[in-house]
């Protein structure tokens, strides 16, 4: 005899689909946010490189590269795409002059700054949609995801 289709499942089942709902929703948001940037040419990773060099200040190839776990010449190729679009410059590092720092230059800021207020606006509308008790369940969510991702 066949288990009508709305009984519930057990509990290690509904735990595991937790799971893959959780790393699906969150893999999908996090595509569908990046999706969000100023038209240009700038694929993706470059843009990352960019925000961080932007937030964080200068870096060195090395710490790009192990901070993005991409080799040295795959992070080299991004950056040269950077600096030839004006959006980075080299510069040598005042404590170790063998060594080169990547900083975003005044262009470079400014595409940092229009890609995450377009990406906060667009996230913002879509928070703003919800209703308010839709928008304490994903505060509460949020805290909880990032108590996971801090663990």
């Not at 948001?29 to 040419?41: D, I, K």
């Not at 060195?60 to 950077?82: I, W």
């Amino acid at each position: 005899m066949e288990k009508p289709a709305t009984e519930e499942k057990p509990a290690a089942t509904e735990e595991a689909d937790l799971g893959g709902q959780v790393r699906s929703a969150v893999g999908r948001l996090y595509r569908r946010f990046r999706s969000e940037r100023p038209e240009g040419g700038l694929g993706d990773v470059a843009l990352g490189v960019l925000t961080r060099i932007h937030k964080h200040g200068p870096q060195t190839l090395t710490e790009l590269s192990e901070h993005d776990r991409v080799s040295p010449a795959s992070m080299s190729q991004t950056v040269n795409r950077l600096t030839s679009a004006g959006y980075a410059v080299r510069t040598r590092d005042p404590g170790d002059r063998r060594k080169v720092l990547f900083s975003a230059t005044g262009e470079g800021d400014a595409l940092a700054r229009a890609t995450r207020a377009q990406r906060n606006a667009w996230l913002d509308g879509q928070l703003r949609a919800l209703s308010a008790e839709d928008r304490s369940v994903i505060a509460r969510a949020a805290a909880l995801l990032s108590g996971i991702a801090d663990s």
